[in-house]
């Protein structure tokens, strides 16, 4: 019997990040990526005995409520992450240097690192997001159970990801830089039965 | 197995990676039978059917080593701490400090 | 063609072609291969494992020992596919295997002359000796001769994939029982997975002719089967099959998504592995009917009762023309009234019982079938079967019959509830095992708990679901439970007639026969574990599903003991095969794990790189030129560049963190040898950290970049364990630490820039006010600055190469650019970028330790570090470090060698010996660790680890390479072949 498709991993070469475009099932989207630019992201992890100071200050200066769990707070172009007890991811789409400006802020309350280039950020919209994520991650991410506002840490095909979902249909995800290629690599295999967009402009 | 991380929720056990026993504390290297000690703590470990207390570090979460008391006969697990709360549960500030040892 | 007028679940509308053998045949819809087989007289399906016996099918399910068939053909053919659970599809190509030339002909039966020499533990017994002929001779025999289907010769071109589901409630098994479960819950509002290998729901109820509530059972289970799939909270898995139960109520499922289909559809999975997590779980796997064993059981046309009423009623296949039934119990009968009614003769009806219940008795009689009770059959006849012999009452007679319909019985399907250790127990009862101890949070409904009557199963699966879905606070209105009518399930225990003729098998499937179990009991074999590995009984694909309980009764008969006395019969994961593709899903061919690119990674393939994968990474391993026809040229040619003007290289994949914090200094002068805290700012120091038992960790440079701000360098391979070692450090050991830790590995690019032009040409990247001078940046000096106009950066004065040296950190993005940059700058001098081999050779000939010599088995000591450990602190490690074993002055240390004749090659490997010492263990005195061969000095060069090696400079002796074929004598001398003073670095 004839082969009448081809799986578009079949062509891509695997040492390269996949190229913008549409894959899998044609006049479908059940899964739309956007690679989002101009990120800036920063860990944020309070000294000894500051998190009370930190807190306060946070929520005066850049009005933010610091999550005391694994949860996604969002406030005008900022957003924080809670990742671990005592440490934050903050990112901003607005801040060119969200470090520069949580150190000005915290002083020597935190220790704050720069990770703007360690992550590659995607968001991830489309009715099929979450049955794609449930190929590579071990957590529950239902719809039903893994609500806006919920974030994880966690793994999705063997490649550690940060991952929240934003609003009722869309999500994003940060992996760490190298893995780029490889996470995208399984996000066309996992999602081209439903129909896969890679950074759509417009 | 799922193992119920106390700050991520229940995670997979692939999540995670497994040390061992987690009551041996770091002995005095000061102590004039340290070297005895060391090796006890290095080496010797009990292997109990049942109940038993070890460490797990969730490098692909949080990465906080989580004391997990798990059953070895059933791979059921009992509880899990954070290793800060289950050190401060112990009323054992922590592992040895150093002493001048010269 | 034996296909019935009327009934089954088929649709005649949809009419399918297929091949089996090369020979054309139709099917339809809803057909498996067995029945479309069946249903074209074809009743010669296979030739058995070890015999070559022509055999038929046996079963109409995942039991099947016989029908074992190839699928597809081509790079998609499957081997040893169970024709009884295969989904007809148009174009389907099957094959029979195990046959040469051909099923009809088949030249390897003569294997059934050698029976007497391949009876129990003929492995054991026949092939014993010498060793060395398995691999050459006896596999390949066995292989050909008592082989399985083929392999298919190409990579499978499909795709598959794994996923993960959560649930409240998993049901496995549509079945009565099961639809009840998971209506129960579903409604509930439970999120219920309800989970069938078939494609059809309704289990038992499609292949009797019973009625619920007054109407067709295989009605009623498609009407719920309906609700289900209309409730949103209720996932409908058909065609999936659980195979396994694994911890804390995690299960595994194999969902065949396509391989009803020639090819799958686009972009679809052929197959899907699914991990289900499930918070309860209702097992109603339902129940498999056993043969009984008698001489010549295994011809074609002796059939499992239950099968041939499955085949009459669900597929409306008449699978003979004139059938006899051979009971132990109540259940056939009601089949040889299904087969009578669809108009199929039934000579008789065989029972073993002296008594049957009269109501049984007088309906076969009404529907004038013979009845012969105290009966048994002792032998077979036919290829394909003509006629039976029976004693019945003491009385011998032929009867001439082309299919027999057995049943010895039916036994609960436990397997799942024995994958957490549990054993089933005996149930005299229904002379079954049933569920014993049972995986925890799972409960067993239906014919799987032994419930055999329709309404019991309708019963206890609605109870079960309910609980379940209460007991994790779903409010469960009580279900109703439909009205059925209430069968007889009367039983006797037979197993065997021992009194019949020719070969009695107990395992189809591997050819075990009744007296290769008396064989191994007379040879001693008691334990029932060792009975089946002597003969093998049960170890084939299907598990022993039909031949286990027979096997375990026969034992037990033969040591007089009872069933349960003789031992128990569990099953481990998988129910049913599981292919390798499945479990590799996504994660096959260069998608086998997730690999790492560098941020110079487009880059450098832009300029002809071949990589090499290190770990995860994948990394420039040197960078051929034009012309050039040997890596080694290519190498020579990058450390020559290096050592005369100016190479680069991306080092990016060193591990890199971040401490910061008011004790980073106090926390690393104890997880390091050397002490960090009085570490000037602006300086970096190498570095070598122990594991607490003495032996070294991991080793790189760590600078301090301000008085609380620390940046450690960790090698590739440990950058992962090196973090985690430092979390359980700040977490575990030392709380009390005010440290904050952050791994900027992938932040970071890093670009290594060597050589006696690095300066020059780091000052053209370097934005103006960076002072990359001698005096502004010395050997080991660290600070931040920016590069590119703008592009912050950190600067480290460090070298491997044994050259001067510089490391550039830019935010990972401009990575590429940074390397382009640097080229251009560098362009004046020849600037070449280099890879990992070269930038292995360099470190060999300056002397350095790598991931070799860092093997988890040597201390700071052996690597010539023992001064640069501090006695004036303690550290992880340090006392460990100071047993007896391990400052032994005995023990291997670390020297550089070179071959006493240049010409020669050295390898890594090689162990040393004394000159003249034999080549014994007691003789060894270490090994090569690392050999390169240096461009510098024209010859190879090594470094090892040899005893007392440090005092021995200027000494001779053999490296010995037996794997190889190496014995050489080579010069020790010390580790550090360039610029041992290290003039370069500093200058
Ligand atoms: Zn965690």
Redesign the pocket.
């Known amino acids: 019997m004839a082969e009448h498709w081809s799986h578009p991993l079949d062509t891509l070469p695997f040492d390269t990040v996949p190229p913008a475009g549409h894959y899998g099932v044609a006049d479908m989207t059940g899964v739309a990526a956007r690679r989002i630019e101009g990120l800036s992201i920063a860990t944020l992890a309070p000294a000894r005995g500051a998190e009370a100071a930190i807190t306060e200050t946070m929520r005066q200066a850049l009005a933010m409520e610091l999550p005391g769990a694994s949860r996604a707070v969002f406030a005008g172009a900022r957003t924080l992450i809670g990742t ?1 007890p005592g440490r934050w991811l903050a990112l901003s789409s607005l801040d060119r240097d969200i470090a520069g400006t949580l150190r000005a802020a915290l002083g020597p309350l935190a220790a704050i690192t720069d990770q703007s280039d360690a992550f590659i950020a995607l968001d991830l919209a489309g009715p099929k997001v979450a049955d794609t994520l449930a190929k590579g991650a071990l957590i529950d991410l239902d719809p039903r159970v893994f609500l806006p506002g919920m974030a994880a840490t966690t793994v999705l095909a063997h490649i550690g990801i940060t991952l929240w979902r934003r609003e009722e249909a869309t999500w994003r995800l940060l992996v760490a830089r190298s893995f780029e290629a490889a996470l995208l690599r399984f996000l066309v295999s996992s999602a081209a039965e439903y129909g896969f967009e890679l950074d759509a402009r417009g | 197995m799922r193992i119920p ?4 929720g229940e ?1 997979d056990a692939h999540e995670f990676s497994y040390l061992g026993d987690a009551t041996p504390a770091r002995p005095d290297p000061a102590a004039p039978d340290a070297q005895d000690r060391f090796f006890d703590y290095v080496y010797l470990r009990d292997n109990p059917a049942g109940a038993h207390q070890e460490w797990w570090y ?1 490098a692909y ?2 990465r ?1 080593w ?1 004391q997990v008391e798990r059953n070895t006969l059933t791979h059921a697990v009992a509880g899990a701490r954070l290793a800060r709360d289950a050190r401060d549960a112990a009323g054992d500030a922590a592992g040895n400090v150093p002493g001048d040892a010269s | 063609m034996s296909r019935l007028a009327k009934g089954g679940l088929i649709d005649r509308a949809r009419s399918l072609a297929f091949t089996f053998d090369g020979r054309s045949y139709g099917g339809h819809a809803g057909d498996t291969l067995a029945s479309a087989l069946l249903a074209n007289d074809v009743r010669l399906v296979g030739r058995s494992f070890k015999y070559h016996r022509p055999r038929g099918i046996v079963s109409a399910g995942a039991e099947e020992p016989n029908a074992l068939v190839e699928l597809r053909a081509g790079a998609r053919r499957e081997p040893n596919t169970r024709a009884t659970v295969a989904e007809l599809f148009d174009g389907l190509d099957a094959q029979s295997q195990n046959r040469w030339p051909s099923l009809d002909l088949d030249l390897l039966s003569v294997n059934q002359l050698l029976s007497p020499f391949l009876g129990a533990g003929f492995y054991y017994k026949t092939f014993m000796w010498p060793a060395a002929f398995w691999e050459k001779v006896y596999e390949p025999i066995i292989r050909r001769a008592a082989g399985l289907g083929r392999m298919a010769e190409a990579a499978d071109p499909d795709h598959y994939e794994k996923a993960s589901t959560f649930c409240d409630v998993l049901v496995i098994g549509a079945g009565p029982a099961g639809l009840m479960a998971a209506l129960a819950a579903g409604r509930a509002g439970a999120r219920v997975i309800l989970a069938d290998e078939d494609f059809l729901t309704g289990g038992r109820l499609n292949a009797e002719t019973r009625e619920i509530d007054g109407k067709p059972a295989a009605e009623w289970a498609a009407r719920v089967t309906a609700e289900l799939a209309s409730l949103p909270n209720v996932r409908l898995m058909t065609r999936t099959t659980v195979f396994g139960v694994y911890d804390s109520g995690t299960y595994g499922a194999l969902e065949r998504v396509a391989d009803h289909l020639p090819v799958p559809p686009p972009f679809q999975p052929r197959q899907r592995l699914w991990r289900i997590h499930a918070r309860r779980a209702v097992l109603a796997a339902g129940a498999t009917e056993r043969p009984v064993v008698f001489g010549g059981n295994d011809r074609p046309g002796v059939m499992l009762a239950g099968a041939v009423r499955t085949y009459v009623n669900r597929f409306a296949v008449a699978p003979g023309r004139r059938v006899a039934v051979f009971a132990t119990n109540d259940d056939a009968w009601r089949g040889a009234l299904d087969i009578k009614a669809a108009g199929i003769e039934v000579a008789a009806i065989i029972d073993v019982r002296r008594a049957v219940a009269a109501s049984l008795v007088q309906q076969a009689k009404a529907e004038g079938i013979r009845t012969l009770l105290d009966g048994r059959v002792t032998a077979t006849h036919g290829k394909l079967l003509t006629a039976i012999d029976i004693v019945a009452d003491g009385r011998p007679e032929r009867i001439a019959v082309d299919t027999l319909a057995v049943s010895g019985g039916w036994s609960p399907n436990v397997h799942l509830t024995c994958h957490h250790g549990g054993k089933p127990a005996w149930n005299g009862a229904i002379a079954a095992f049933v569920p014993g101890t049972v995986p925890p949070l799972l409960a067993v409904a239906g014919a799987a708990s032994g419930a055999f009557t329709l309404g019991s199963a309708l019963t206890d699966g609605a109870a079960q679901g309910a609980e379940a879905a209460e007991a994790l606070g779903f409010p469960v209105p009580l279900p109703d439970v439909p009205a059925v009518a209430e069968e007889s399930v009367a039983i006797a225990p037979f197993w065997h007639v021992a009194d019949s003729r020719g070969p009695a098998f107990v395992d189809l499937q591997n050819d075990v026969t009744a007296k290769d179990i008396s064989i191994a009991h007379k040879e001693g074999f008691r334990s029932v574990e060792h009975l089946k590995r002597y003969t093998t009984l049960g170890m084939a694909t299907d598990q022993g599903r039909t031949s286990n309980v027979t096997g375990l009764a026969i034992m037990a008969s033969l040591t007089g003991a009872s069933i349960p006395e003789t031992g128990t019969t569990i099953f481990r994961p998988p129910y049913t095969p599981v292919s390798l593709g499945a479990l590799g899903g996504h994660h096959r061919g260069k998608d086998f794990r997730a690999v790492r690119l560098t941020p110079t990674h487009e880059w450098a393939k832009a300029r002809g790189a071949v990589f090499i994968e290190t770990g995860a990474w994948l990394r420039a391993q040197y960078f051929p030129r034009p012309g050039e026809t040997d890596w080694l040229e290519s190498v020579n040619r990058e450390v020559k560049a290096v050592r005369a003007s100016v190479g680069l290289i991306d080092v990016s994949t060193f591990g890199k963190i971040d401490l910061q914090g008011p004790d980073v200094g106090t926390l690393l002068d104890r997880v390091y040898i050397n002490t960090f805290s009085t570490l000037a700012i602006g300086k970096a120091r190498y570095g070598v950290m122990l594991r607490e038992d003495g032996l070294v960790m991991d080793d790189g440079t760590t600078a301090r970049l301000a008085p609380e701000h620390y940046v450690m360098t960790t090698t590739t391979a440990n950058a992962a364990k090196v973090y985690q070692h430092l979390e359980f450090c700040l977490q575990v050991l030392w709380p009390d630490l005010d440290v904050a830790i952050a791994s900027v590995s992938e932040q970071w690019a890093q670009i290594a820039l060597a050589g006696p032009r690095a300066r020059d040409v780091l000052a053209r990247v370097v934005d103006a006010g960076v002072d990359v001078s001698h005096e502004g940046l010395p050997f080991m000096g660290a600070m931040e600055g920016s590069v590119l106009g703008g592009v912050k950066a950190r600067l480290f004065r460090l070298s491997f190469s044994g050259e001067l040296g510089f490391e550039i950190a830019v935010p990972a993005r401009h990575g590429a650019e940074l390397a382009q940059a640097l080229m251009n700058a560098g362009e004046t001098f020849g600037i070449t970028p280099y890879g990992i081999e070269a930038l292995g050779v360099m470190r060999i000939e300056k002397g350095h330790v790598s991931g070799n010599e860092l093997s988890g088995q040597t201390t700071a000591r052996d690597l010539g570090f023992g001064r640069m450990a501090s006695t004036k602190k303690d550290y992880i490690g340090r006392v460990m470090a100071g047993r007896p074993g391990l400052v032994d002055p005995q023990r291997p240390a670390f020297v550089g060698f070179k071959p006493v004749d240049p010409s020669q090659r050295l390898r890594a490997g090689a162990h040393f010996l004394k000159i003249g010492a034999a080549a014994s263990l007691e003789n060894d005195e270490g090994y090569m660790t690392s050999v390169a061969h240096s461009p510098h000095l024209g010859h190879w060069i090594g470094l090892g680890l040899l005893q007392r090696g440090p005092e021995r400079i200027g000494e001779r002796v053999r490296a010995y390479d037996p794997v190889r074929g190496g014995d050489i004598e080579v010069e020790i001398c010390a580790p550090g072949f360039i610029d041992p003073e290290g003039e370069r670095l500093r200058g």
């Open positions: 671990a | 991380c106390p700050y991520c995670r969730h979460g949080c906080q989580v």
